[in-house]
């Protein structure tokens, strides 16, 4: 399958690149240099140049506190951005898989969120993705959008990178205990979109296009995670140290832009109509770790 692959630098978009072509794709990745998804004409050329078969998204503006001074830019790529590609997907009637996000949510509900659920985003980057979301099921009947939460993985910045970086100055650090929901890697997110495109439903009659919400598991809160990260990482030899965490409230950390208190995923919908399972973030955790550590 010829696929065209937006954001192709960035932390999932990198892992697609390398997945697709793995499984025998023929893939064209641009990185925002390349292909600026926010400008229509370089969307419509590069996508008639190319004719693919299929586009996936993992192009976005994805700073959650800079988008509150950076307004436009966060709505020029992550909603215009994704009108144009859904407005190009239309008019060669192709098929277009987005990568959303959990801060659509408010974080307040006290189980996963389910597809159904309302959107009420919090902040400008929130906001933005619920846009770019909307446009798309406006504009398009074959689309799969994807909601994710807390991405890492081997390329881009991430909380992993950044706990291995603290780790290498500090023996000690404070972490957030009252944020819930669930670390995703980009290569399990590579997966589960690299599947629907080869299930044997996809862009069939009757494909079951639409909102998806992608579970991982299990749940914890950031401190949690930290834990975890170093944990494993002790283990492999990466550090040669055991960290002193301290659990603490978000209070104690502000931010420009609150954070959900709770983002998990609930993936039971994506089980039902392409089979696919939830991830487990802690086997993917290791690989990245060992990729961190060498770079």
Request: proline share 5%; aromatic share 8%.
């Amino acid at each position: 399958m010829k696929i065209l692959i937006t954001g192709a630098k960035g932390q999932v978009g990198s892992e697609l690149v390398d997945q697709a072509s793995r499984r025998g794709h023929d893939v064209h990745g641009y990185c925002s240099k390349e292909l600026d998804i926010s400008n229509s004409g370089q969307v419509n050329e590069k996508v008639l140049q190319v004719k693919p078969d299929v586009i996936i998204n993992a192009a976005a503006y994805t700073y959650v506190d800079k988008a509150e001074t950076e307004k436009e830019l966060a709505y020029a790529v992550n909603s215009q951005g994704s009108e144009n590609l859904a407005t190009v997907c239309k008019k060669m009637n192709i098929p277009l898989l987005h990568i959303s996000t959990d801060y659509v949510y408010d974080g307040e509900k006290q189980g996963p969120y389910l597809e159904s659920d309302q959107a009420i985003p919090t902040g400008v980057y929130g906001a933005s993705k619920l846009e770019g979301d909307q446009k798309i099921e406006q504009i398009l009947s074959k689309y799969i959008i994807l909601r994710v939460s807390w991405v890492f993985g081997d390329y881009g910045n991430n909380f992993v990178k950044t706990m291995l970086e603290l780790a290498e100055h500090r023996n000690e650090l404070s972490i957030v205990h009252d944020q819930f929901g669930a670390p995703t890697s980009a290569k399990a997110i590579s997966r589960c979109l690299l599947d629907i495109l080869e299930n044997q439903r996809f862009n069939q009659p009757g494909c079951p296009w639409g909102i998806y919400n992608f579970q991982s598991d299990p749940g914890v809160n950031w401190y949690d995670f930290a834990q975890e990260i170093f944990q494993q990482s002790y283990r492999l030899g990466i550090i040669n140290k055991q960290m002193k965490l301290n659990p603490i409230p978000s209070s104690e950390f502000p931010t420009p832009v609150k954070r959900p208190t709770n983002s998990k995923l609930d993936g039971t919908k994506l089980q039902l109509h392409f089979g696919l399972l939830p991830a487990n973030w802690k086997v993917d955790l290791p690989l990245t770790l060992i990729h961190s550590s060498h770079n």
